[in-house]
């Protein structure tokens, strides 16, 4: 199988789930939550902690991209245990893929350039959020609490990009009868297994 790097545009080369996800996406269109996922860490302590994600790209190794906080509890859960678990949903296509595996944290130092690709991608509303305080504190109403960070603002050094290299990803499909479930693993080359539902 080629890398996912060699992918053409058409998207051969890609993994087959790679294909199935694009198209549920595209059915999904401009749809509000399209791009939202869940992301289930670890925490220090044991207990499961699952939040919603904006799904921002693909690495160039086809590694799934998110942006966070440095100072979220992100980071430190993934310190601790760097396994994690994304479920994404599609409501047009009625389709769920959960998608498993290693999380590392990239920040400031190691990753200035994709990090800056990502800042200058948002929009100001977008970006706003970064130049907010410590998340999860006691509410300070004096801020600062900018509606907006304009184009050409720097890069917060609190900006972070999470990427997840996938190892194991399951679609469980409720259009047809029986329900399709089906998964494919990165140590099988993606070789599709069909699943009871
Ligand atoms: C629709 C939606 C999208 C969100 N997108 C992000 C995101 O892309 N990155 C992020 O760090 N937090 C995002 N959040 C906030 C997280 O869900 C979470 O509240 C925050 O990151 C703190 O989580 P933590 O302390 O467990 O790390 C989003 C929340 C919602 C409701």
Redesign the pocket.
């Known amino acids: 199988m080629l890398q996912p790097e060699m992918a053409d545009e058409a998207g051969v080369g890609l993994p087959p789930w790679r294909l199935l996800l694009r198209a549920a996406r595209q059915r999904e269109g401009r749809a509000p ?1 399209s791009g ?1 996922l869940q992301l289930a860490t670890m925490s220090a302590e044991g207990c499961p ?1 699952v ?4 799904f ?1 790209g693909w690495s160039a190794q086809g590694e799934l991209e ?4 440095t100072r ?3 980071p430190s ?1 993934l310190l601790h245990q760097p396994r994690v678990e994304l479920c994404w949903l599609f409501r047009k296509t009625r389709e769920q893929f959960r998608l498993r595996g290693l999380a590392r944290i990239i920040d400031g130092e190691q990753g200035r350039e994709a990090l800056e690709q990502h800042w200058q991608r948002l929009t100001p509303r977008g970006r706003a959020v970064w130049g907010w305080p410590q ?2 504190e006691g509410f300070n109403p004096e801020g600062p609490w900018p509606e907006q960070i304009p184009d050409g603002a720097p890069k917060p050094e609190v900006l972070a990009l999470i990427r997840v290299k996938l190892e194991r990803v399951e679609q469980l499909d409720l259009k047809p009868h029986p329900h399709l479930r089906r998964c494919w693993l990165r140590d099988q080359g993606w070789l599709e297994q069909h699943l009871n539902p």
């Open positions: 939550g939202w902690r939040r919603t994600l904006v921002r998110l942006l966070t906080d979220s509890e992100k859960d998340p999860g």
